[in-house]
Structure formats: C-alpha cells, structure tokens
C-alpha cells in the first residue's frame, strides 16, 4: 500500500515505517485509517505539567540539562512567548528536540520556527502537527529547512486548513535538497510529491 501511494488504508506510523525501513504490522487498528485534508483534533490527554515561563528561561540560560522541550497541547500560550521560545533556541547548545503540537501556533510562530533553523546548530526533531500554520507559514519554514544541519525529523500534519498543491511540491523538494532528514511527518495528497518524498527519504535513510 505505501509503495501504491494508498495512504488511506494506513495510519502515518504505518506508512512512514513502511517507507523508512520495509517493515510494517498492524498495530493501531483500522479506527486510525488517515483522512486527508480533515483537521483531526488531538485526543484528550493528560495536562502538559510543563512551565513555560521555567522553561523559557532556562533555554534563554542554555541550560545543559533541558535537551527535551515538550509544549504539547497547551493551549494558551502567547504568540510573543512562543517566539520567545524560538528565540531562545537559536543560540541554544543542548536542546535536541521542540514539539509544539496542538498550540495554536500560527504563522508569525511559522516565521520564528523559521529564523531559529537558520540559526540553531543542535536540534534534531521539530514536531508542528495540529496547528494553525497556512501555507504561507509552511513555506517558510521549508525554505529553513537546509539551514539546520543537525535536523533529522520533522512533522508538519494535520493543519488546520489544506496547505495546498505548491506547498506539497516544496516539501518534496526539500527532502531532495536535504540528505539530513531522515523522518517526515505529513500525509500527502499527491501522489507526484508523495512519491518524490518516499524517494528521498529512502535515499536519505541509506545514505545514513
């Protein structure tokens, strides 16, 4: 199925280690077949304890102990702190992974996200899903993309509109361009850059 391009019979995990390394199992269940192009709110799940203002500051001090940044569903955050954040991270030396699923980031945090790659030396793993990013954002943020060259895994999916045919087409060039990243989280509606991803994924994997 993921060699056909049929995305629909196959959750993301299901088809990304499909791609990534030639074995897949069954183990979500058919309530998890993607929908393309429906936003999917995230499941309920247990408050995020994580402080952001602590948080903050102790990226803005380059705190050698916070590698992790986890700021998963919460939803009230400020647009300036989340930029602050990214801020904080461009000349941050230890933290190997941002994930800022379900916190209605937007484009303004887009363009952040954007300046903190061009920047930053030590991340490897950006986690976006599940934001109200356009595609106007998104295409900044892959233009970033070559600037990190630490960056190994990226999931942009489950915005809250289409981001559309163009922005499909930068993402596949991207992971031509880029032989870094090694993971891609987005389901593609296209089989022209669907196809042209799985390659470059595949070519990135074994060339790692």
Request: aromatic fraction near 4%.
């Amino acid at each position: 199925a993921a060699i056909l391009g049929m995305y629909t019979l196959m959750s993301n995990k299901q088809y990304y280690d499909a791609i990534c390394s030639g074995n897949i199992c069954n183990t979500e269940g058919i309530n998890s077949v993607v929908q393309p192009d429906r936003y999917r709110p995230v499941p309920d799940e247990p408050p995020n304890p994580t402080d952001v203002a602590e948080t903050l500051q102790r990226l803005q001090d380059n705190d050698p102990a916070l590698q992790d940044v986890n700021l998963n569903n919460i939803k009230d955050i400020p647009v300036p702190t989340l930029e602050a954040i990214c801020q904080a991270i461009q000349t941050n030396t230890h933290v190997r992974s941002l994930s800022l699923v379900a916190t209605r980031s937007n484009d303004l945090v887009a363009n952040a996200v954007a300046e903190m790659l061009e920047q930053n030396r030590s991340l490897q793993s950006l986690n976006l899903e599940s934001n109200f990013i356009t595609s106007a954002g998104m295409l900044r943020v892959l233009g970033a993309l070559g600037q990190c060259p630490t960056l190994t895994e990226i999931r942009l999916d489950n915005q809250c509109q289409r981001l559309g045919d163009t922005v499909e087409m930068a993402m596949a060039a991207a992971l031509e361009r880029c032989p870094a990243l090694l993971r891609f989280g987005y389901t593609f509606t296209l089989q022209g850059p669907r196809a042209r991803a799985a390659a470059a994924l595949t070519r990135n994997n074994e060339l790692r």
